[in-house]
């Protein structure tokens, strides 16, 4: 009846069942995928498990009068699992319903399983990243337009009163409280340019980057080497240049914040018709146990980069050392091409 070289060698599990779904024979393939013998019952599949009968219907979704072509489900196994599946069954030509044999096929998808979730894993952190950019830029609107116009028309009055009084004692209070105002003004400005980048729209990534290295630099107390063979003509889509840009200001944010060094390098190497772009970003600082970031920090910095990263279908390669120092590494094979989000 069948092709025993067939049935014996296929990678597809194939098991004969009756109807009371003894298993009158199966291939190695099935019995590996489950475990299964000669002699035993099919388990009823996860979604067979839990369905909501109709009175006088088979719990087996397979066991209806017509076979079924496809349909996905999970397995009970021998080892404990319920392996992700995709079944199809046919009948074997009998006489009577009563003695009927059906043929299951099984076909391990877990794999394709796997994939569906990273794929679903990738999108969702597309979409996150997503909201979040855009998120900050309403803020920034918000700034610019709120508080940055009612700071404006209040350093404008401040004014006009310093130039009207001849009190002494005001005009030094009024003199204090616009240097004050001047401050938060900047401050202000400094959030903005921190949460949107104008800068990178409109000259590029190379320009956006040594702007952010000399902000970072006149607040903190790190000399940052900055080498890259990047310049203003090499432009990339919005979404590559916006991602590397707030990868490499995540890194160096967490070397102010965390590494205690006094020196940091970035380099940026992309030689023009090779597609691949390389970013190194190293401290001299005091490292920490890598692995364990991850793991026991709350912080979303590292797993954002690493999710951007993904996005540009890169590889991020973080190599900390207690005590010398912490570097990321960071290659984009293809980085020309369009992000692709599918
Ligand atoms: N350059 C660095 N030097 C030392 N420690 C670092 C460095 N970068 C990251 N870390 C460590 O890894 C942790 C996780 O970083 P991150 O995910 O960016 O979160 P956060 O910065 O919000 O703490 C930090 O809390 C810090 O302990
Ligand atoms: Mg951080």
Known sequence: MFDFDLFQHLTDGLVIMDSERTILQLNPAAHRLTGWQIGEKVPHCTFCQKRVLQPGEERCILAGKEPVSYFE???????GENLPVAFSTTFLPRNNDRDRQMVLVIRDISKKRKEEEAKMAKLLARQTIEAQETERKRLVQELHDGIGQSLYSISIGLNGLLYSTRD???QTTLSDLLHVLND???EVKRLSTDLRP???DMLGLDAALSSLI????????IAIEYQSTLDYNDRFSPHVELNLYRIIQEALN???KHSESQKALISIQWIKNREGLT???EDEGKGFPHGEAGKYSTGLGLKHIQERVNLLDGLLEIKSQIGKGTSLLITIPDVRK???YE
Request: no cysteine; proline share 3%.
């Open 168 to 170: 002494q004692h005001l």
């Open 214 to 221: 000399s902000r970072i630099e006149r607040h903190s107390l």
């Open 338 to 340: 369009e992000m692709r």
């Open 184 to 186: 938060t003004m900047n």
């Open 198 to 200: 104008t800068s990178l």
């Open 279 to 281: 970013i190194n970003i």
């Open 73 to 79: 489900s999970e397995m009970p196994t021998v080892y």
């Open 254 to 256: 967490n070397i102010v």
